[in-house]
């Protein structure tokens, strides 16, 4: 029995094959998921389609940009028409103007303060309100979100994105206990660095690699594979009393005080 047949889901994220988002897109099509994967405009819409000819079953694509409702409204209205509903959402977006991720923290603009926060926090909330209904008339769900140990201590270069995992993870348990009586679940996944395109917009990041490397408990890096394990766990009923949660899923590294 495959973790994940009979259920179907929307993974947002997916801009190309070292996304996280597409490792759990993978796991989740093995696991017998029917999927929905949406990409942010056409510039990478063809690396989408691309990579989704390589799955098992085809998904369904849906072009989305999560600052624009009427992109998340049309998103939930594929999802009712071409899988029948929504059982589980991967929610894999995150996003700051380069300028706020070079200059100091002090210097963050007022704007570089509200996108970053807007496509990467409060598009976890529009997202979850938006297929909450579909995922409690079929009896419950589950919603995972990324985010990433700048939230809580201070990385250099990460700058506002940390203050926007902050706001991610407080948004993860009021949706929890928003949503929980509606049988539907939501956690996050705080990974350990992972070399992806958003990665690449923080400088220093081989930098922090290489600590991690020298200083987790294992002595290692982790793999977008290993996410995407973790996240099947919390898409799938073997984690189902668990909510509200921050899974660190990171070698380790977080435990250490130096
Ligand atoms: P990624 O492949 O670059 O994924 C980031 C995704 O966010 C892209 O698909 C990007 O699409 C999308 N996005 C940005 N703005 C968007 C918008 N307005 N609407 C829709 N999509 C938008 O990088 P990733 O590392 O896998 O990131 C996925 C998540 O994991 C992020 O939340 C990240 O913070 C988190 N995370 C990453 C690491 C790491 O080390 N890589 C560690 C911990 C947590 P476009 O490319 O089209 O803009």
Request: with cysteine; charged share 20%.
């Amino acid at each position: 029995m495959s973790l994940l047949s009979g259920k179907c889901g929307v993974i947002v994220g997916v801009a190309n094959k070292r996304s996280l988002a597409w490792a759990i897109a993978q796991a989740a099509a093995a696991q017998g998921a029917r999927l929905l994967l949406t990409y942010q405009g056409e510039r990478l819409g063809e690396n989408v389609r691309e990579l989704a000819a390589t799955l098992p079953e085809p998904p369904v694509l849906a072009q989305c940009d999560v600052t624009v409702d009427a992109d998340i409204a049309a998103l939930v209205e594929t999802a009712e028409r071409e899988l029948g509903g929504v059982d589980f959402l991967v929610h894999g977006v995150a996003f700051a103007p380069r300028e706020a991720l070079a200059a100091p923290f002090v210097e963050t603009s007022r704007e570089a303060f509200r996108i970053a926060l807007d496509v990467s926090a409060y598009s976890l909330i529009a997202l979850a309100n938006a297929v909450a209904p579909s995922m409690e008339r079929r009896g419950g769900g589950s919603v995972v979100s990324l985010t990433y140990l700048g939230s809580e201590r201070v990385f250099p270069n990460y700058n506002v994105m940390g203050v926007a995992k902050a706001a991610l993870e407080a948004s993860v348990r009021y949706l929890a206990s928003d949503l929980g009586p509606r049988h539907i679940r939501v956690n996050a996944i705080s990974a350990g660095p992972v070399k992806t395109l958003a990665a690449a917009g923080i400088s220093g990041f081989s930098a922090i690699l290489q600590i991690y490397r020298d200083r987790a408990p294992l002595r290692r890096n982790i793999e977008a594979a290993e996410v995407a394990d973790a996240a099947l766990f919390l898409l799938g009923d073997a984690g189902r009393a668990v909510t509200g949660e921050t899974l660190m899923v990171d070698a380790g590294f977080h435990i250490m005080g130096m």
